[in-house]
């Protein structure tokens, strides 16, 4: 209410919210609850907890972190307390495949019969394919490479 105290009056918004005036003034100056204060204490301990995780922990294992360090405190006390200071953890990324084999093509003949050796450069060149995922989509990378040197020529 306070930082909408410049844009309505304190008695219209006790009027709307439908509370007392006096019991919102007494409010300020009452002290916190026993429940507000806990929240407070685990509160940095959850902070603790998610920074010493690089920040990696969601509230599953930061209750268990809690728990082992010998604090009492529910699963959906650790979540409320995470989501108020807007931690998350991180999820796995899912896999994705970005090739299939036909089944119905025959697979490709080996021909250096698993020799990965030359005698001399430019004698026997390899390649490869991989990805590297990126925020716009994925990027395709190729290499060719001299078996003899261990050289990418292209």
């Known amino acids: 209410m306070r930082s909408h105290q410049r844009t309505f009056a304190i008695e219209t918004q006790c009027r709307v919210l439908g509370i007392s005036v006096s019991g919102f003034y007494a409010s300020r100056s009452r002290a916190l609850s026993a429940r507000a204060r806990r929240d407070s204490e685990l509160r940095q301990k959850v902070l603790t907890s998610h920074e010493s995780s690089h920040g990696t922990y969601g509230a599953p294992r930061v209750h268990a972190d809690l728990q082992a360090a010998g604090e009492r405190v529910g699963r959906k006390r650790v979540a409320r307390l995470m989501r108020q200071a807007g931690l ?38 390899v390649s490869d394919i991989t990805y590297v995922p990126t925020w716009e989509g994925f990027l395709y990378l190729a290499i060719v490479l001299d078996v003899f040197s261990r050289r990418i020529v292209g």
Request: aromatic letters at 8%; a positive charge.
């Open 88 to 125: 998350c953890g991180v999820s796995p990324r899912s896999y994705i495949s970005t090739t299939t084999r036909d089944r119905s093509e025959p697979l490709a003949r080996d021909l250096v019969k698993r020799n990965f050796t030359a005698d001399a450069p430019n004698k026997l060149w």
